[in-house]
Every structure is written in C-alpha cells, then in structure tokens.
T-cell receptor
Framework: SQQGEEDPQALSIQEGENATMNCSYK?????LQWYRQNSGRGLVHLIL?????REKHSGRLRVTLDTSKKSSSLLITASRAADTASYFC??????????????FGKGTLLTVNP | DTGVSQDPRHKITKRGQNVTFRCDPI?????LYWYRQTLGQGPEFLTY????????KSRLLSDRFSAERPKGSFSTLEIQRTEQGDSAMYLC??????????FGPGTRLTVL
C-alpha cells in the first residue's frame, strides 16, 4: 500500500515560474525524502528531511515538513525545462521493527514549458 | 550516476522463462533494497538486505521470486516462470544506515 500521496497529480508551468508540490502521509515517520524521475529512468535523490526538522534547502529546492498535519511540500524556484520530470515523496514510517523500507506516493508529473 | 548500477537495463522474455537481474550497490553501503515500479505508480518495496542477510520480504514477492546478496556485495533478483504481470521496472537502492537511499537506473522487464 502507498502511504504518501502527492498533490497535484500533474502540474504544467512556464520556465522561470515556481513549482510547488505537496505530499500527505498517514503514519508517523522517521524521515521523508523527495525524488525526481525522468521518464523511464531511475530515481534521483533530492532531499531528505528528518521528523525533527521543519525546513531544508538545497539550491533551488526548498522542502518543508509539518508533522502535525502529516504533510510536506517541495518548492522548485525559477524552474527550467530540464526540471520536467515526475516527483515522488517517500516516507520512512516510524513502525517498530521497520527495516527502513520507503513508501512512495504516485508522484506529481511536472512539465516546464520553455 | 548515483553509483548504483543495474544489469541488464532492459530484458524482454517470453512467458514461462526465468530471468535474473543484478545490482551493484555503492561499495560502503551495507543496506540494499529491491523495489518494483509499474506505469503511473511509485516504487513498491520488494525485499531488503542488511549485509548478506535478507531481513524482510514483501507479500508482493511470490514464491517465484528469489533474491540473494552473497558476501554482502552485489545482489541478484531471479524471477522463475515469468508471467505477463511481472512486467515492470525493477529498481535497486542502497543506503548506509538510515540515510538517503540511492537508486540504480533500473531494469525494465517486458514479458511477452
């Protein structure tokens, strides 16, 4: 079963605009990670945010985490055509005996138009 | 390139045949994971190794699936008597402790 759900399912913007994607999850977590996947390729790790953190930055990426609402957001600023990809959030559920297997949502398909 | 490699990248086989995939993780990573991804879905967990020990298997992993990680280095995933429903992207990931999981490029399996 998939714990995380990304919203929206698809997002189309113009180059230079900001893109915001949201992720909601159901159970308490140890950490939450965001990944990017270009069509038919492997996943590229973007950011890991731990449950005791509220915000992290990496280049043009900003991730927030609200554990009280069980939600996270990924902001990509000044988007480029090369940012076109599917974006997934993945959670590490805080379950006793969990072997750190990630649970993914269905992803947000971001299209950045030149 | 994440440092995790998978071979082959593509595999086309006929129903009923056996296939084997290989994953080479980042060398210092003691944890190795297999996931499966179908079209329009996120990856789903299949199995997990810590060093050479297989510590968890998903219910998705039927008896036709077997995975090994001899000597705690590379891993293989074998599917026996393939079915059309096995068609998917098979992804391998590795991590050090409970940190970022780095994924390989995947093996796309097509069962005819």
């Amino acid at each position: 079963s998939q714990q995380g759900e990304e919203d929206p399912q698809a997002l189309s913007i113009q180059e230079g605009e900001n893109a915001t994607m949201n992720c909601s999850y159901k159970t308490s977590i140890n950490n939450l990670q965001w990944y990017r996947q270009n069509s038919g390729r492997g996943l590229v790790h973007l950011i890991l945010i731990r449950s005791n953190e509220r915000e992290k930055h990496s280049g043009r990426l900003r991730v927030t985490l609200d554990t009280s609402k069980k939600s996270s957001s990924l902001l990509i600023t000044a988007s480029r055509a090369a940012d076109t990809a599917s974006y997934f959030c993945a959670t590490d559920p805080m379950v006793r005996g969990s072997n750190y297997k990630l649970t993914f949502g269905k992803g947000t398909l971001l299209t950045v138009n030149p | 390139d994440t440092g995790v490699s998978q071979d082959p990248r593509h595999k086309i086989t006929k129903r009923g045949q056996n296939v084997t995939f290989r994953c080479d993780p980042i060398s210092e990573h003691n944890r190795l994971y297999w996931y499966r991804q179908t079209l329009g879905q996120g990856p789903e967990f299949l199995t997990y190794f810590q060093n050479e020990a297989q510590l968890e298997k998903s219910r998705l992993l039927s008896d036709r699936f077997s995975a090994e990680r001899p000597k705690g280095s590379f891993s293989t995933l074998e599917i026996q008597r393939t079915e059309q429903g096995d068609s998917a992207m098979y992804l391998c990931a590795s991590s050090l402790l409970r940190n970022e999981q780095f994924f390989g490029p995947g093996t796309r399996l097509t069962v005819l």
